[in-house]
């Protein structure tokens, strides 16, 4: 464990969504559990299979409330602070930073999720055009606001596309520092990188594999249950369980966030040449190694 770098805090980030220093006063477990993506990556189904292997797989476990996004600037850091302290359970919690604006614990363990960009683009703009006012209210007028206010979207998702690649994010954060940082940490041994495409592909053995890292034992008796739990069509149908506040946030309520579960849908809206400015992006500012991990998961 000597033998390796361990990344620190660089920075601190606030925004309408963010608040990093949360992390300065979490008090750590051995044996805690970290989630992260850029957001809009997988981050809810990493939740709900952590879950169902922490509890072997149990119905009706209350998800959203038991892992919170830590690093939301809502609820206020002490109230995360003291449901996280009073939790007896293994405890595993989200993040949407990256990395050099955590605290990185050597014993925690850390599970990366990546998706193709223009995947998160389409779940980004389904989450932020079905927002309801309560969204914009605790996001934009709750104490703690640094920066502009969340705004509404434009209405064309073509457009909101190419604002975010031309803007660095815009109007969420930047995917670029967010990918790089965790890519660039990836051989330290208490991280593992998941790909979206991969669990979809074959959920079984990325949940095999996630266990192994975690050293959950699997009890092969309910290994149905647990698939069936992590399903989307199960997830979708419970929405309400695993989705924050019961999706009180969205029009149409927490099945709006459980979407489509679907890649590859900007296929038929964006041109080839569209389309290709996020690839080219993607090289330039990752490099050809991570721009394809981050494409379909393969490691060259
Ligand atoms: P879509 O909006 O493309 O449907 P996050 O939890 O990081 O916000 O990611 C949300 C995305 O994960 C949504 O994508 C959602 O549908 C998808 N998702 C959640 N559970 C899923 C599951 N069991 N299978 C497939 N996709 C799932």
Redesign the pocket.
Known sequence: MENHTWPQKEREIHSNHFDSTVWNDFKFRDDDIVIS?Y???????MQ?IIAQLIFNAAADMEVAEMSPWLDLRIPPAEVKHQALEAQEHRRFVKTHLPVDALVYSPKAKYIYIGRDGR?VL??SY??HSAANEEWYNALNNTPGLVGPPMEKPVDSIREYYHNWLEKDGYPWWSIWDNVSSWWNIRQLPNLLLVHFSAL?KDMGGEIRRIAKFLDIPIDESKWDLILKH???DY?KANAAKSVPLGGMFWEGGAQT??????NG?WRDVLSEEESMKYEKMAVEKLGADCAQWLKNGEMT
């Open positions: 993506t957001a809009k990556s997988g981050t809810t189904w709900q995947d389409w779940s389904n989450h979809k992590c399903s989307f997830m966030f459980i979407h489509k579960g679907q849908r």
